[in-house]
């Protein structure tokens, strides 16, 4: 009884509730600068950004196809009755213009060979391309009867074949066509057409009544092109076919029209897919008055991008520093709860500081290496720092021991977690379960008023 009355009662700024207070508030405190770094991936991530746009425009970029478009010009009248101011008699005056017939080809096959690589511009790297593509195809001879427009009206001798398409610099080599064993050559043009973002090219006058008849008229193009990040194309034809082939090994098949899922085949080596699109599977017709429409809603292709590039990754990693703390204070404060030892608050700010340099260190060494590798550097650097630091505070090897393993688990499983797409949540949820089920087990028998075990 004596010595129950003796002892001294426990203040509340030495229990373990008020240990755990500013070891949360440390935490909390601990965010400002991991804030700080999250905001230095987004910043070079953002350079990133304009570094390769600025290499891909130089280079090429987007490639968007439509065409070729036979342009068939003809000739309509407007009526207007003039009153002659003098007789009083009215006058029929028929005025002249010349409008554009457009016809699309009856058949259209292309045939794209893609050849990607890598042009690295001080620490950034983009993915930029060459498309080799051939385009074959027939059209019938253009029908005017729906519109009433009389043959001698139409324009036959000057006919012209046109294509739409972007970045015109980018081309590498003449553009021809030869168009019923005839070559034509394409010149650009000036696009006047308000809000239309293509360029055009267009050939000299083609003399329809000596190429079109009642017979098929086959065409063939050849057109070389240094392009990045995208190459798309609008299904023209009656029928259209594209069959494509690239070393690039994480195609995205984009826009309005997927590949045949028989005849794709995606390696480590790079992927082939092929198309056929009907005309009854998109809303336009293969014949077009006055204005050509903007049909870029139906274009379907292939994106060339990095699925997860170096920077998404740092900023997956990042998102998961509050749980790195937050985990690892955890640790200290329960082997400091079962040991006795009394670990100061400078020396968890010691460490929680060690756990941000690691996101530091992340960032800086992937811009010179692979994702992997610096993972592994500043993972390594900052496990084997903070467990020699834990070797001088617990004055033991076992508990430091156990500090080194958790924080490899704890680094290994996050890897893991960035790496997966499809199963991250899955994974990062079974995972935090477990460590929860850990820290449970391990802190049952702790008295936390006193901080007995």
């Known amino acids: 009884m004596e010595n129950n009355e003796n002892q001294n009662p426990i203040s509340f700024f030495q229990s373990n509730t008020a240990k755990i207070i500013m070891v949360g508030l440390l935490t909390l405190i601990l965010l ?3 804030e700080y770094v999250k905001n230095l991936i987004s910043e070079r991530a953002q350079r990133q950004k304009e570094v390769i746009a600025e290499t891909n425009d130089k280079w090429g970029g987007n490639i968007f196809f439509y065409g070729p478009i036979l342009k068939v010009p003809y000739t309509y009248f407007d009526e207007t009755l003039t009153e002659n101011a003098t007789t009083k008699v009215t006058v029929k005056q028929k005025t002249a213009h010349t409008a554009f017939a457009y016809f699309f ?30 385009l074959t195809g027939h059209y019938i001879q253009p029908n005017f009867s729906n519109r009433n427009i009389p043959n001698e009206n139409i324009q036959w001798d000057k006919a012209t074949i046109l294509i739409k398409t972007t970045n015109l610099k980018s081309i590498k080599d003449e ?57 798309k194309m609008v299904p023209i034809g009656k029928t259209t076919g594209l069959n494509m082939k690239s070393n690039w090994a994480s ?37 077009v008055f006055e204005t050509l429409p903007d049909l870029k809603q139906y274009a379907f292709g292939v ?20 749980l790195v703390i937050g985990l690892t204070f955890l640790i200290f404060f329960l082997i ?10 400078f020396q968890y700010s010691m460490i929680g500081l060690a756990l941000i340099m690691f996101y530091t260190l992340l960032i800086s060494i992937t811009e010179h290496s692979s994702f992997m590798k610096a993972y592994a550097i500043a993972g390594i650097s900052v496990v084997v720092l903070i467990t020699l630091y834990s070797i001088s505070i617990l004055k033991d090897r076992k508990f430091p021991l156990f500090i080194g393993l958790s924080l490899s688990a704890l680094y290994t499983f996050i890897y893991v977690i960035i790496q997966l797409e499809n199963y991250a ?3 990062g949820s079974i995972g935090l379960f477990l460590i929860l089920a850990a820290v449970m087990y391990f802190s049952r028998k702790i008295d936390w008023s006193t901080g007995n075990s």
């Open 251 to 287: 195609p995205s098949f984009t826009g309005n029209f997927l590949p045949d899922d028989k005849t794709k085949h995606i390696t480590k080596t790079g992927f082939e897919a092929n198309w056929k699109i009907l005309h009854i599977n998109r809303a336009f017709a293969q014949q």
């Open 336 to 345: 400091q709860s079962i040991s006795k030892i009394n670990i100061h608050i």
């Open 303 to 322: 994106d060339f991008v990095i699925p997860v590039d170096q920077y998404q990754q740092n900023e997956r990693a990042s998102k998961y520093g509050f």
């Open 175 to 231: 553009v021809k066509i030869n168009f019923g064993n005839i070559n034509y050559t394409f010149e650009p043009v000036y696009n006047i057409t308000p809000g239309d973002s293509t360029e055009a090219l267009e050939t000299g006058y083609i003399d329809l009544t000596k190429t079109l008849g009642n017979q098929k008229t086959a065409f063939n193009i050849d057109i070389t092109y240094n392009g990045s990040k995208q190459i």
């Open 105 to 134: 080809p009856e058949m259209l096959k292309a045939k794209s060979d893609v050849t990607t690589k890598a042009l690295n511009r001080n620490n950034y790297e983009s993915v930029v391309f060459s498309s080799k593509m051939k």
């Open 32 to 34: 400002i600068p991991l």
């Open 425 to 427: 949540l899955l994974v």
